[in-house]
């Protein structure tokens, strides 16, 4: 008999109203993401897509509705359970987040800290890692494909790199779940794909939930197992790249695409932008 498997995250009913705004950032989401899911959530500025990302963080309350990771309601977390419910939960934006100065290892190493307590946590903010930890990162960094980069300072890396080394930092926190907000929008198109061909081997590989914020849905349809599509803070698609037809991203962005001399991906782009 198979065991049942929760949702890593579901959205019930969700909404959040911010004070002195008269239309709801966002309202009555509902949806449920399978773990080790790549999820990509696509629409112009303003759609809702980061407030949805600080909803999931717990950055921000929510006005209504309910967010469960896994069977665990998330605004019921207090103290040390929603300290460990943040170490299971990594974030990755478009600022890197970096300490330039240091190696890339040890960058990697810091992600390690909510994952240690005692003495070993007081060890590794004085710098000393023990053997086992640093195994850890070595693994984190082959996983972003740059093992061979370990010992280099991280601010001799192109944006990219250093976009990888933030994920490989994420990996070294162990989370169940990677909350990413506009991870490639600072780079340009060939390190952009490298960064999301990364997330998309952390999804498959490593079996993480990804929830990624995009503004180019060439990447979303590329490298996305399915697709949310927001507008105006509503839900209205949810399905995968194959299904995400002119209709569909008429009713999402407003407008129909097709311009000579441009391809629908660098229009696209221009209006989750606009």
């Not at 407030?51 to 509705?65: D, E």
């Not at 810091?110 to 053997?131: C, K, P, Q, T």
């Not at 990996?171 to 990413?180: D, F, G, I, K, R």
Request: charged share 25%; with cysteine.
């Amino acid at each position: 008999m198979v065991a049942d498997r929760s949702p890593a995250v579901t959205l019930d009913a969700v909404a959040k109203v911010f004070p002195g705004k008269a239309a709801p950032a966002l309202a009555d989401l509902c949806a449920t993401i399978e773990p080790g899911q790549f999820v990509a959530v696509i629409g112009k500025s303003g759609a809702g897509k980061t407030t949805l990302l600080r909803c999931l963080s717990r950055a921000v309350p929510v006005t209504s509705g309910t967010i469960r990771f896994d069977r665990t309601d998330l605004a019921k977390l207090r103290g040390a359970a929603l300290r460990a419910h943040r170490a299971r939960v990594g974030m990755i934006y478009q600022q890197f987040n970096l300490v330039r100065r240091l190696a890339v290892i040890d960058n990697v190493l810091i992600g390690r800290l909510a994952r240690l307590r005692g003495w070993a946590r007081w060890a590794a903010l004085a710098h000393r890692f023990d053997a086992k930890q640093r195994a850890i990162a070595f693994r984190c960094l082959d996983h972003v494909g740059l093992l061979d980069r370990v010992w280099q300072r991280t601010d001799t890396l192109s944006g990219g790199e250093q976009q990888r080394v933030a994920i490989a930092k994420i990996l070294a926190q162990e989370p169940t779940v990677v909350l990413a907000d506009e991870p490639v929008a600072s780079l340009d198109l060939s390190n952009g794909r490298l960064v999301m061909q990364t997330l998309r081997r952390v999804a498959s590989a490593v079996g993480i939930t990804v929830v990624a914020t995009l503004h180019h849905v060439d990447h979303a349809r590329n490298y996305a197992d399915r697709i949310l599509g927001l507008k105006a803070g509503r839900l209205v698609f949810d399905g995968p790249a194959s299904q995400l037809t002119d209709a569909a991203l008429f009713e999402i962005f407003g407008e129909f695409l097709t311009e000579p001399g441009r391809s629908e991906g660098e229009r696209l782009g221009e209006l989750a932008a606009s």
